[in-house]
């Protein structure tokens, strides 16, 4: 019940993020809905895909699905007294928490369902950021993919990190709250510093 209360708080802070998204100022109510509700569920919908799942999860759990259009139009009205009292920041650490969240509850069940460990860790970051890539592509933004910051860095290596705990015999649930914690502090540290890739990491 815990988890999936967290669930939902991230599903909202995803959809909310999609709202604030600067360049959508003018834009009409049901484009925010759509915006808000891709961010939300966009990554798990694409994971499910892959994977060939015989129901889309939210369709087979319509919660999640009513949880972002909803979060999306409140954000639409609300969205004003968001930025006025800073709550903003509130939101982008949700969705750090939700990032953490779902790329290693996502990558705790599959390899758990006997998926490869590079299976279950790809469809852990898919899960938790492909829907931020939608989103920053349908509102004309910068993506991960053209820049040089370490966004999917800390998912992949809190995802790595979870499987070789597990591996190691080490409690899945003490190894996937280890985890959260260690990508909330990396990415929270990249985002504070504004650390990129060195540049002999860089494509010349």
Sequence with gaps: MLVYSLEMICIVAFALSGVLVESNRGKDI?????????????????????????????????????????????G???????????????IIMFDTIGVSLFSVLVTQQLYSDGYAA?????MGMVTAIFGGVLRDILAHRQTLFNNTELYATPIILGCCLHILLVNLAV???????????LIVTVR?????KKVHFPAFLLLK
């Excluded at 639409?76 to 509130?90: A, E, P």
């Excluded at 590079?118 to 790809?122: F, L």
């Excluded at 929270?188 to 504070?192: D, G, H, S, T």
């Design 118 to 122: 590079y299976v279950a860790v790809s």
């Design 171 to 181: 409690d899945s649930t003490f190894s996937a709250l280890t985890c959260m914690i």
């Design 30 to 74: 049901v484009s925010i809905m759509m915006l808000g509700w891709i961010t939300a569920l966009g990554g798990g919908t694409l994971r499910d895909l892959i994977l060939s799942a015989d129901i889309i999860f939210w369709i087979r759990e319509p919660n999640y699905f009513w949880t972002a259009l909803v979060s999306a139009v409140i």
């Design 76 to 90: 639409f009205f609300t969205i004003t007294h968001i930025r006025k009292n800073r709550l903003n920041k509130l």
């Design 188 to 192: 929270w540290y990249i985002v504070v």
